[in-house]
């Protein structure tokens, strides 16, 4: 029996009183639940609002306020569980990226018999973590003037004014990157660390994008 659309839309009233105010997810949560509503009304003579009651109660455990050493607190679990996977997986990339293109660039650096490659090296990287620094600014931006809500705005507004800040204080010189420095971990940790903001940024900013594209197609449905 297929749900009206007034059904579907008590369920999606049901989720945001439980926390889930966020359209990407719960529109996914929703499908779900519809579905298994539909089975059961297929299976047994009870109402809908008895159907939904025993598919409510099965995902509670879902539903209920939950922490992520990566997140934070958030509510409810299956929204936790959905921003850690995604942070967690892309710090990981992130991480053995910025690990090898340090190194890369440092054995470049320390093999050059051009006295002026790292101050050209730094000078470029400084203005693409500027231009960085603007594009994050512009999209953090428009994501709060959004009006829509979704998992990847969540996290854009959670965990980007740290990395807006460092971006800043490298674009500047206000962290600096070392490449001439006489110790090789000095200069080492001073790349790796610059490049992991750079990625971060990028990450950021696929994240506003997957935002921008789940709002268009809402807008177009």
Known sequence: MKLTQEQITQIEETLVLNGLNYD????????????????????????????????????K???????????????????????????????????????????????????????????????????????????????WALIWKSKRQTTYSYLMKKKSAGLIIFLLLLGIGGFPIRLNHPDTKIAFVSIFFAIIYVLLAGFYLQLAQKHFQFEKKLFNT
Do not use: Y
């Open 24 to 59: 990407d997810l719960k529109l996914e949560v929703t499908d779900h639940m519809a579905s298994e509503i539909e089975i059961l009304m297929d299976e047994n003579d009870l109402s809908f609002e008895e159907n939904a009651r025993m598919v409510f109660e099965k995902w």
């Open 61 to 139: 455990p879902q539903l209920q306020p939950s922490f992520s050493f990566l997140i934070g607190f958030t509510n409810p679990k299956i929204m936790t569980s959905k921003c850690h996977e995604l942070v967690k997986k892309q710090l990981l990339i992130v991480i053995s990226v910025a690990a090898l293109i340090a190194s890369s660039v440092l054995i470049l650096v320390r093999n050059s018999s051009f006295i002026t490659v790292p101050t050209n090296i730094e000078q470029v990287f400084k203005s693409f973590i500027l231009v960085e620094f603007c594009l994050v600014i512009l999209v």
